[in-house]
């Protein structure tokens, strides 16, 4: 039986272009391999019955015994490298979105789009903030633009959390990049969270408007104009993408990368921005082009998904009447919160 399971996942390996330059073994009764490719290393001990969890590029090992289940480990794709290990037995998964914290064109009113600018010391702090709002919420992996105040508001979220693992950022510009950001201690390993960064969940470019003053440009073109440009659906801005553009790579990256993570059982987090996250809310709550149109997020609010049994749950709403599409710290995510904390009590 161990022997039928080894050689079914070794095919999975190499069907999935996962098996490169690999060293391969079995041993006895129980099959065990070990995987190295590419500066990814996999030890599998086939002990018990076997299952993976595989959706495109999102590849798993789930080691499964009588009394147990645990994610082993994961490759986000062959191009990331990513890897991490999950010790929860759990049904459900989260999924946490955070719009990055104020930024210094934020500040200064500026079209910032995908100009690379950090966050200002208010966006540190409600990056800060926004980290201790989910301190309790384990997290598997995280997820960011390939922007700095995205970046920035990952780290400074996870200096807050409980479990005080260290968010590592995977290199994946070059061989050399993956070779040479390994960790060697497997006791270190646990207690790191891989980081994913990718440029699809970038902000909306905003083309001959990056850079220009907010309401200079409004005085310039006229109001209705620039309203357009920023929250029509589908007309963009000079030289720009519109947020159906937005859309399209943003959610086509979180179905092809980030569900079959929730799918998995991993528990996730998304650092992005505005016109991403809502591109990808779009998705989670199944609004229309015209609904998504009216959805603000605010800075550095964190915002709760639950995914069970093949559905996101919301367990963040609108605040109030008066400041609709803002998502708040709501009672239900407080509910969601105490339930964890009573976990790592016990």
Not at 233 to 260: K, M, Q, W
Request: hydrophobic share 35%.
């Amino acid at each position: 039986m161990a022997a039928t399971v080894f050689h079914q996942a070794l095919a999975t390996l190499q069907s999935n272009c996962y098996l490169g330059v690999s060293g391969l073994s079995q041993e006895n009764g129980n099959a065990s391999f070990r995987l190295i490719s590419k500066g990814v290393k996999l030890d599998i001990n086939l002990l018990g019955r076997r299952t993976y969890c595989s959706r495109k590029r999102t590849f798993s090992i789930i080691e499964a015994s009588t009394s147990q289940t645990t994610i082993f480990g994961s490759v986000s794709s062959p191009s990331n490298g990513a890897t991490s290990d999950s010790g929860k037995k759990s049904s459900e998964a989260a999924l946490i979105l955070i719009r990055h914290g104020e930024s210094m064109w934020n500040e200064k009113n500026l079209f910032t789009g995908c100009v690379d600018v950090p966050l200002t010391k208010k966006g540190v702090e409600e990056a800060i903030e926004a980290g201790k709002r989910i301190s309790s919420i384990p997290v598997d992996i995280i997820y960011t633009s390939a922007l700095i105040r995205a970046q920035m508001t990952a780290m400074l979220v996870m200096t807050e959390h409980r479990r005080k693992k260290v968010p590592i950022i995977l290199h994946n510009e070059s061989e050399q990049a993956k070779a040479w950001s390994q960790i060697f201690s497997e006791d270190t390993h646990k207690q790191c969270i891989p980081v994913v960064t990718a440029w699809q969940l970038n902000e909306r470019m905003y083309g001959e408007l990056q850079g220009l003053n907010k309401q200079e440009t409004a005085e310039r073109y006229g109001k209705e104009q620039v309203h357009e440009w920023r929250r029509s659906y589908d007309t963009p801005p000079p030289n720009g993408e519109s947020l159906e553009t937005c859309a399209e790579r943003a959610v086509a990256y979180f179905t092809d990368h980030i569900e079959p993570q929730l799918l998995c059982g991993k528990n996730v987090m998304i650092a992005a921005h505005g016109n991403s996250l809502r591109s990808i809310i779009m998705y989670l709550d199944e609004l229309t082009s015209q609904e998504v149109i009216s959805l603000e997020l605010s800075t550095g609010i964190p915002m709760l998904y639950i995914f069970k049994e093949g559905k996101f749950i919301r367990r963040g709403s609108p605040v109030a009447p008066n400041e609709a599409g803002v998502y708040a710290y709501t009672k239900r995510l407080a509910q969601y919160r105490q339930r964890l904390d009573e976990k790592f009590q016990s």
